[in-house]
Antibody, heavy 118, light 107 residues
Framework: QVQLVESGGGVVQPGRSLRLSCTAS????????MHWVRQAPGKGLEWVAI????????YYGDSVKGRFTISRDNSKNTLSLQMNSLRPEDTAVYYC???????????WGLGTLVTVSS | EVVLTQSPATLSLSPGERVTLSCRAS??????LAWYQQKPGQAPRLLIY???YRATGIPARFSGSGSGTDFTLTISSLEPEDFAVYYC?????????FGQGTKLEIK
């Protein structure tokens, strides 16, 4: 069965960096686009970034553009999110998400909490 | 950026009732719209994609319709486990956006 397991969350000071990882299993990882979606405490869902199947294309939401970098390693079935210049408003649960062949989000990880606070 | 507006923000209903949730896009997204259900402490679950296709394992009481800018999610007869937050989401090229959500609560 499909599994997506995030790691790397924690408490970080404003302006610092953090790297999230997601390990995927149960499907052919290299044949699907992958995303990060986040949810601030008590708030709605916000799409963060997408990386293409081969890792050659990346796109970002406006609020993280220029600060976050999404990447993937198809040899290790892993997805990553490098987060720089973190702000308090980046505090959220970050979900690793697989898209289906119709480009919608069919599998989600359990999420990892990132707290940006001094 | 395509903005999705969901209405209403909150609905109070009883089990057995029929409910229709609305999602309006700021520009046409064709049929590139999905609906998700999220319960407290859980990740979202895909219900409907392509505006009207039920995802794997989703009960037939859930149905989606619409195209262009106006979409609806209908639950024909509410079960106790359906009380949750519902989000719509669109696909435009590489970009994705979500609506702000509709909370379905027990009356």
């Amino acid at each position: 069965q499909v599994q997506l397991v995030e790691s790397g969350g924690g408490v970080v000071q404003p302006g610092r960096s953090l790297r999230l990882s997601c390990t995927a299993s149960g499907f052919n990882f290299r044949t699907y686009g992958m995303h990060w979606v986040r949810q601030a405490p008590g708030k709605g869902l916000e799409w963060v970034a997408i990386v293409s199947r081969d890792g050659g294309s990346q796109y970002y939401g406006d609020s993280v553009k220029g600060r976050f970098t999404i990447s993937r390693d198809n040899s290790k079935n892993t997805l990553s999110l490098q987060m720089n210049s973190l702000r308090p408003e980046d505090t959220a649960v970050y979900y690793c998400v697989k898209e289906n062949s119709e480009y919608f989000f069919d599998y989600w990880g359990l999420g990892t909490l990132v707290t940006v606070s001094s | 950026e395509v903005v999705l507006t969901q209405s209403p923000a909150t609905l109070s209903l009883s089990p057995g009732e029929r409910v229709t949730l609305s999602c309006r896009a700021s520009q046409s997204v064709g049929s590139s719209l999905a609906w998700y259900q999220q319960k407290p402490g859980q990740a979202p679950r895909l219900l409907i994609y392509g505006a009207s296709y039920r995802a794997t394992g989703i009960p037939a009481r859930f149905s989606g319709s619409g195209s262009g800018t106006d979409f609806t999610l209908t639950i024909s007869s509410l079960e106790p486990e359906d009380f949750a937050v519902y989000y719509c989401q669109q696909v435009t090229g590489w970009l994705r956006t979500f609506g702000q959500g509709t909370k379905l609560e027990i009356k």
